[in-house]
Protein backbone atom coordinates (compact mmCIF):
# COMPACT_ATOMS: atom_id res chain seq x y z
CA UNK A 1 0.00 0.00 0.00
CA UNK A 2 1.34 3.37 -0.80
CA UNK A 3 1.60 5.68 2.18
CA UNK A 4 3.25 8.46 1.01
CA UNK A 5 2.00 9.22 -2.55
CA UNK A 6 3.83 12.46 -3.18
CA UNK A 7 6.81 10.67 -3.04
CA UNK A 8 5.77 8.00 -5.84
CA UNK A 9 4.66 11.11 -7.70
CA UNK A 10 7.45 12.79 -7.77
CA UNK A 11 9.25 9.24 -8.44
CA UNK A 12 7.31 9.17 -11.44
CA UNK A 13 7.85 12.60 -12.51
CA UNK A 14 11.91 12.06 -12.35
CA UNK A 15 11.44 8.43 -13.98
CA UNK A 16 9.25 9.86 -17.17
CA UNK A 17 11.68 13.02 -17.52
CA UNK A 18 14.74 11.15 -17.07
CA UNK A 19 14.12 9.51 -20.71
CA UNK A 20 11.85 8.46 -23.52
CA UNK A 21 11.78 3.96 -22.95
CA UNK A 22 12.08 2.37 -25.83
CA UNK A 23 9.20 -0.29 -26.70
CA UNK A 24 11.11 -3.16 -25.57
CA UNK A 25 11.67 -1.08 -22.31
CA UNK A 26 7.77 -0.21 -21.76
CA UNK A 27 6.48 -4.33 -23.16
CA UNK A 28 9.17 -5.31 -20.01
CA UNK A 29 7.76 -2.89 -17.96
CA UNK A 30 4.21 -3.86 -19.08
CA UNK A 31 5.00 -7.35 -18.31
CA UNK A 32 6.33 -7.76 -15.01
CA UNK A 33 3.07 -5.61 -13.87
CA UNK A 34 1.10 -8.43 -15.47
CA UNK A 35 3.07 -10.75 -13.38
CA UNK A 36 2.42 -9.12 -10.24
CA UNK A 37 -1.15 -8.86 -10.87
CA UNK A 38 -1.17 -12.48 -11.30
CA UNK A 39 0.37 -13.01 -8.47
CA UNK A 40 -1.31 -11.13 -6.36
CA UNK A 41 -4.32 -12.88 -7.43
CA UNK A 42 -6.46 -10.16 -8.97
CA UNK A 43 -5.23 -10.83 -12.85
CA UNK A 44 -7.17 -12.27 -15.31
CA UNK A 45 -9.62 -10.78 -13.91
CA UNK A 46 -12.46 -13.77 -13.19
CA UNK A 47 -15.36 -12.06 -15.38
CA UNK A 48 -13.78 -10.82 -18.92
CA UNK A 49 -17.17 -8.43 -19.29
CA UNK A 50 -17.50 -6.93 -15.86
CA UNK A 51 -17.69 -3.04 -16.28
CA UNK A 52 -18.21 -2.64 -19.77
CA UNK A 53 -21.49 -1.12 -19.37
CA UNK A 54 -20.54 1.58 -17.72
CA UNK A 55 -17.34 1.75 -20.01
CA UNK A 56 -19.59 1.84 -23.07
CA UNK A 57 -21.82 4.30 -21.03
CA UNK A 58 -18.86 6.55 -20.66
CA UNK A 59 -17.29 5.95 -24.00
CA UNK A 60 -21.26 7.53 -25.41
CA UNK A 61 -21.17 10.43 -22.99
CA UNK A 62 -17.61 11.39 -24.19
CA UNK A 63 -18.16 10.89 -27.71
CA UNK A 64 -21.70 12.87 -27.75
CA UNK A 65 -19.16 15.92 -25.93
CA UNK A 66 -16.62 15.51 -28.60
CA UNK A 67 -19.12 16.61 -31.48
CA UNK A 68 -18.66 13.33 -33.58
Same mark, same amino acid.
Given at each position: ??? =? !??? +??????????? $? =?????? !? +? =??? $??????? *? !? +?? *? +? /? /??????????????? %??? %??????
Amino acid at each position: MIK =N !ADI +LRDFEDRYIAA $D =NLSYEQ !A +L =NIV $DSLWDEG *V !A +LG *V +L /P /PKDLMEGVAVDVRIA %RIL %RSCSGS
